[in-house]
């Protein structure tokens, strides 16, 4: 059974300040996503990592994928107001199904 | 991206009602999916609406408690039934319209509240 990690579950940061949000999956997955989701609010679609080495890049944000590792981050860099939200990863099960992990998160304060 | 709207967007409901949410797409669909978020924690997906046939449920989702229909490739249904308040969260419906990279887009969501 796939099961996704993320962590921190909870990031409280600096305007103007970098950090990143990693993502762990058990088993072996070909795609990541990525999505955000304000409150009260549905998922809105971040990023989709198809392969070993992809790298995404959408603003202050950025993406990655090590699938040897299992691993995808979720870079932040020079944090703004308005990136606050909670972030969810969520890897690939098969048969077009996805598992999510817990989410972060992220509060970004002056 | 496809666009997703959900009836009714809330509702509180009494113990042991059945409330019935609609998620209707602007353009054909491959998959449909129904996902439960309980309040603050991650989605669990519920069941993969099928097109035409019984839905395919996760472990822990029954059809009894969660009918769900499919009639064409832009409409679906489920059914919360029997509701009690452990059934309150956020029921999201989800769609892949086989662009490439099967992203799944969500609903905006029905939040359900049971006392």
């Known amino acids: 059974e796939l099961k996704v990690e993320q962590n921190p579950l909870f990031l409280s940061m600096q305007e103007g300040k970098n950090y990143t949000i990693y993502c762990n999956y058990s088993?072996?997955?070909?795609?990541l996503y990525w999505y955000r989701q304000d409150p009260g609010k549905s998922l809105e679609s971040l990023f989709v990592?198809?392969?070993?080495?992809a790298v995404k890049q959408e603003g202050r944000l950025m993406a990655s994928l090590d699938t040897k590792a299992r691993l995808s981050t979720l870079h932040i860099t020079a944090a703004v107001h308005d990136l606050s939200a909670t972030y969810f990863c969520?890897?690939?099960?098969?048969?077009?199904?996805?598992?999510f992990g817990k989410g972060t998160k992220l509060s970004v304060i002056p | 991206s496809a666009v997703i709207s959900q009836k009714p967007s809330r509702d509180i409901c009494q113990r042991g009602t059945s409330l019935t949410i609609q998620c209707q797409v602007d353009?054909?669909?491959?998959?449909m999916f129904w996902y439960r978020q309980q309040p603050g924690q991650s989605l669990t997906l519920i069941a993969t609406a099928n097109q035409g046939s019984e839905a395919t449920y996760e472990s822990g989702f029954v059809i009894d408690k969660f009918p769900i229909s499919r009639p064409n490739l832009t409409f679906s249904t489920l059914t919360v039934s029997n509701m009690s308040p452990e059934d309150s969260s956020i029921y999201l419906c989800?769609?892949?319209?086989?662009?490439?990279?099967?992203?799944?887009?969500f609903g905006p969501g029905t939040r359900l509240t049971v006392l």
């Open positions: 989800s769609v892949i319209n086989r662009a490439g990279t099967d992203t799944q887009y």
């Open positions: 990592l198809l392969s070993n080495g």
């Open positions: 088993t072996t997955s070909d795609r």
């Open positions: 969520a890897a690939y099960a098969g048969s077009y199904q996805l598992t």
């Open positions: 353009s054909q669909v491959t998959m």
